[in-house]
């Protein structure tokens, strides 16, 4: 059994943190420039670690046209491998492996009572904080932890490209614990090879005879993250 960290910080400031990075890191509309200033307001209670990337993440929202802002957004995620919000896109790539990740978040989500539509996949980012922040902390921090590699390397890789949405993610990691040895290992091995391709599709994600309600599969982590 993988034994995880405890959070050190206080449950109020991981909620408003992963509620916020996950406002912040969704397609851009109208409801969002709205909710800039209620994010800022929030912000206030976390401390400047988790405060001032948030911050500076809805300053750069909030100062560019919503047009613009949208085609930013699609420049970013959309077309950059290593810009995926799609967790088990890091340690998977589009192999069949990611296929029973997909189960397992879902899977993840059924024990909780949490009926995911069909809008987002389950390990989108802004899903999994969202799950986290509002319905089962426990287990959408250990969704976080075993993503760990993925999100350290969409951490790196915005902050090298100057992108806007860094300090959402940057937020999101320091609320985690502090990387081990093994952990920034993976990281550089994830850095270097990127995530494995296999163009197979997510066939296994679709399979009817699969009930995650009532089979059990193991939580698939980025190869060597605990080795």
């Keep these: 059994m993988t034994k995880y960290a405890e959070p050190t910080l206080p ?3 991981l909620t408003i943190t992963w509620q916020a990075a996950s406002l912040l890191l969704d397609y851009p509309d109208e409801a969002l420039i709205t909710r800039l200033d209620l994010i800022n307001r929030a912000a206030a209670e976390l401390p400047a670690a988790l405060a001032d990337p948030l911050r500076a993440t809805a300053h750069e929202l909030g100062s560019v046209d919503l047009p613009v802002l949208q085609q930013r957004y699609v420049d970013t995620f959309d077309n950059r491998r290593r810009h995926n919000l799609y967790l088990t896109y890091f340690a998977h790539g589009d192999t069949r492996r990611r296929g029973v990740a997909l189960l397992r978040f879902k ?3 059924l024990r909780s009572g949490f009926v995911l539509d069909d809008s987002k996949l389950p ?3 802004c899903v ?3 799950y986290a922040a509002t319905v089962d902390r426990h287990l959408g921090w250990r ?3 075993d993503h760990r590699a993925g999100l350290e390397l969409l951490r790196l890789a915005l902050a090298e490209a100057g ?3 860094h300090g959402a993610v940057r937020a999101i990691t320091a609320t985690l614990p502090p990387l081990a040895g093994d952990e920034r290992a993976a990281i550089d091995r994830l850095a270097a090879e990127g995530p494995p391709q296999e163009e197979v599709g997510l066939t296994p994600y679709a399979t ?3 009930d995650p309600a009532t089979q059990s599969l193991p939580m ?3 190869p060597g993250a605990r080795r």
């Design 123 to 125: 390990d989108h980012l």
């Design 107 to 109: 899977q993840t989500y």
């Design 208 to 210: 009817p005879a699969f």
């Design 11 to 13: 449950v109020h400031q």
């Design 220 to 222: 698939p982590t980025f």
């Design 163 to 165: 992108s806007a949405w």
């Design 143 to 145: 969704l976080l932890l």
């Design 128 to 130: 999994v904080l969202e």
